[in-house]
């Protein structure tokens, strides 16, 4: 069995999966909404301490509830990064120690590829490449070709905030709960148009988004207006804000799908569960008569078993040795490996 683990922002998450099997048998969650919610936003150090507390627990109730134990694990996956420091010390420091007093393989895997790889957690589905993937979370706006698993290239990527910080961001400015991403989608489904219209932003470069002009012209707007207005039009700026950003995502997809002409789109990252571009994504896909890829939504957020999707993909295709019990490393693991806040994706195409 395999042990996945990943702690890289303010989600603690296991998931075990068999054999070679790319769909988990168990999981378990801990999302930490409630903690970080009266603060608006995540806290590294208060995220850090409590992946320390949930994480351990989180093990011992999976394999009680299972009935596996330590010894039944014969490698472990875990988010190596990029994301938030202190967290991902937390699950890389556990992962190291697990695996080197059970002498079993560690597999460091990258954030993104696991998103990437999470649309592999639905057993129907079956990628055709070259692929192009549009990679939309609350730290990362990426769009990548996939030729094949394990290998990509960078095609387009974000010169400022992603596209979950600009929603996050301007939740923020129009006085929306948290998280805001969820919440200002909700409250933009509620009107079909808008008197506002904000900017896309890099319209003129395919090779980058950005999305911190958009957040200053919704700020400069929500400002000129009175308390009453603001609150009569926030649906309204909501809906011109969610428009600026899902087509901003969906016009540069299509321009890099123009060029490669892929066989296969993939949309994934948190953003990922937005409906409007769940919609436009799809309205593209049909257009090129190809096929879209979408994790199921609690697979679009963080989870752990996109990140054992992808330690199962490396261990396919590097062979047994990582597997092997006696080989205490995994495939480029050694037990110097530390977790890694920024990784440029790049550095895994190399
Ligand atoms: O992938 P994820 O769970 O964490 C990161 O790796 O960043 O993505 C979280 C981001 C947040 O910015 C959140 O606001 C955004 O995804 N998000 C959404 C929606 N659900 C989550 N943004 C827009 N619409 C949604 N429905
Ligand atoms: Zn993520």
Not at 1 to 16: F, G, K, N, P, V
Not at 24 to 50: C, D, F, K, T
Not at 252 to 267: C, F, Q, V
Request: hydrophobic share 45%; charged share 20%; with cysteine.
């Amino acid at each position: 069995m395999l042990l996945a683990i990943e702690t890289s922002c303010d989600e603690t998450a296991i998931a075990l999966f068999e054999g070679d099997s790319l769909q988990p048998s168990a999981e378990r969650i801990a999302s930490q909404i409630r903690l970080h919610e009266q603060y608006g936003g995540v806290v590294p150090e208060l995220a850090a301490r409590e992946h320390s507390v949930a994480l351990p627990l989180l093990v011992q109730d999976l394999f009680s509830a299972t009935g596996c134990s330590a010894k039944d694990i014969k490698a472990v996956a875990v988010t190596l990064g990029p994301g938030l420091q202190g967290c991902l010390l937390v699950g890389v420091s556990f992962a190291k120690a697990f695996a080197q007093a059970l002498g079993i393989a560690l597999y460091p895997i990258h954030h993104i590829e696991g998103h990437i790889a999470a649309v592999l957690l639905d057993p129907s589905t079956t990628v055709s490449f070259p692929a192009l993937a549009l990679v939309v979370s609350g730290g990362h706006t990426m769009l990548l070709e996939v030729s094949q698993w394990g290998d990509y290239s960078l095609r387009a990527e974000t010169r400022d905030d992603a596209a979950g910080e600009a929603f996050d961001k301007i939740a923020s400015v129009l006085g929306l709960p948290y998280p805001g991403g969820p919440s200002l989608s909700k409250v933009a489904s509620s009107v079909e148009e808008s008197r506002y219209s904000f900017p896309k932003g890099m319209q003129k470069d395919p090779l980058s988004f950005s999305f911190s002009g958009l957040k200053t012209a919704v700020a400069r707007t929500a400002q000129a207006l009175s308390v009453e207005e603001l609150k009569a039009h926030t649906a309204e700026l909501a809906f011109a804000s969610e428009v600026a950003i899902v087509e901003s995502l969906v016009e540069k997809t299509s321009y890099h799908a123009r060029e490669i002409s892929p066989k296969s789109l993939i949309l994934t990252g948190g953003v990922a569960a937005n409906s409007r571009l769940r919609k436009r994504m799809q309205e593209l896909s049909t257009a090129l008569g190809i096929t879209l890829h979408v994790p199921e939504i609690r697979y679009c957020t963080d989870n752990a078993a996109m990140i054992g999707v992808v330690a199962q993909l490396q261990r396919a295709r590097l062979s047994t040795v990582a597997w092997s019990a006696k080989d205490s490393l995994g495939p480029y693991a050694g037990f110097e490996i530390g977790a890694r806040a920024r990784w440029p994706f790049e550095e895994l195409m190399l």
